[in-house]
């Protein structure tokens, strides 16, 4: 950390000088570098950086990275209150590690003016600080393209913005990011916390979040100057390189697909039957209770209006007393509930959880009063 931050005091001082650092910085190349989803789930969607290179100096600087040693940064998590940070570190090292997990590597230049770059610059030491570069994460309104959008955003006088807001789409966040390829665990919390925020048609702007689509928003940006001199693949993996496999229907859904599975058998199975109705019961509530905290008791604004709530009900333990069961209007209401999420879920296209909804209905007909 040490070395970066005298590189970064070097670089300051380089264009700290009005009217020798606007200069300079003329001679700095800017490259915005997009690389490819990878395989892990925080890898999922790619990552932007911002490529800043001299004759002796060549750094990557890059938002979105995190600790997992953290104090409580699971439960920071839940309560989506990360702190992530901005790194730097050397183009060679990060560029060569993306290479070897076979993700693309595109570097597009940004051509922009001596005075721009002075102040890009300039926002990008001040981030670096130690005491500067936390912020608080946000998966589509604060993440690692999104804030290099809004810098570049802001060094242009708000040209990327002005050209990207009036453009009107038919995509939503959920269309972008569900399912991701081959991250069956990662889809089924994503399918089980995505709100009807996530399914409402954004603008370009909205949209641009992510990391391949604000790289070819940014291509076609019509500005004076040519933000695009130079756009060149650095790397592309070969099929027999890359780790990140080709997208598989069961590497994408298998999670979903096993417990589904686990669960109607257990059903079908008389001996079992009793034991998977309770388990069942038990946790379809403790997931319910979930939603309603991740609505109202976190900072994650995507879980609101969750539709989910009528599938995995809170109120579903009730059903373990056969008391209750007797009555004729409870089950009838647990059949509605279930049948309203189903007619929810196909207007939002959001069937992912079916195999749920089908448990639903196996427990019912098991408790249903004969």
């Known amino acids: 950390m040490q070395k970066w931050l005298l590189l970064i005091c070097v670089l300051w001082l380089l264009i700290s000088t009005p009217s020798y650092g606007q200069n300079y910085s003329n001679s700095i190349e800017i490259d915005l570098i997009t690389i490819s989803p990878g395989e892990f789930y925080w890898s999922a969607f790619g990552h932007t950086a911002l490529r800043v290179k001299t004759d002796n100096y060549d750094k990557l600087f890059g938002f979105g990275y995190f600790d997992f040693e953290e104090e409580y940064f699971f439960l920071k998590f839940a309560k989506g209150e990360m702190q992530y940070f901005l790194g730097v570190n050397e183009s060679s090292y990060e560029l060569a590690d993306y290479q070897q997990q076979g993700r693309q590597i595109v570097s597009q230049r940004l051509d922009l003016t001596s005075k721009q770059k002075h102040k890009l610059l300039t926002k990008l030491i001040y981030l670096a600080q130690p005491e ?29 913005s002005k050209q990207l807001t009036p453009q009107l789409t038919q995509h939503s ?118 939603l309603l905290l991740l609505w109202f008791f976190t900072q994650h604004k995507i879980a609101a209006w969750n539709i989910n709530i009528l599938l995995f009900s809170p109120m579903a333990w009730v059903l373990l007393f056969k008391s209750i069961r007797k009555k004729q209007w409870i089950m009838n209401a647990y059949l509605i509930v279930n049948s309203l999420w189903l007619i929810a879920a196909s207007l939002t296209t959001n069937l992912y959880l079916l195999g749920f909804c089908v448990i639903n209905l196996l427990v019912y007909f098991k408790c249903h009063p004969k």
């Open 173 to 290: 966040w959920n269309d972008l990011t569900f399912p991701a390829a081959n991250q069956a665990w990662m889809n089924l919390g994503i399918a089980y916390i995505y709100g009807l925020p996530a399914y409402a048609k954004k603008n370009q702007w909205q949209l641009s979040v992510f990391p391949e689509i604000f790289s070819k928003d940014l291509k076609n940006i019509d500005t004076e100057n040519n933000w695009n001199k130079s756009y060149r693949v650095l790397f592309e993996p070969s099929k027999q390189h890359s780790r990140f496999a080709e997208y598989s229907f069961i590497q994408t859904h298998y999670a979903v697909i096993l417990l589904v599975v686990l669960l109607i058998i257990g059903l079908l199975i008389k001996p079992l039957a009793s034991i998977t109705i309770h388990l069942w019961l038990v946790t379809q509530s403790l997931l319910g209770i979930g």
């Open 132 to 160: 500067n570069r936390y912020y608080h994460y946000d998966y589509f309104l604060n993440n690692c393209t999104s804030r290099i959008r809004d810098l570049l955003d802001e060094v242009s006088d708000g040209e990327i």
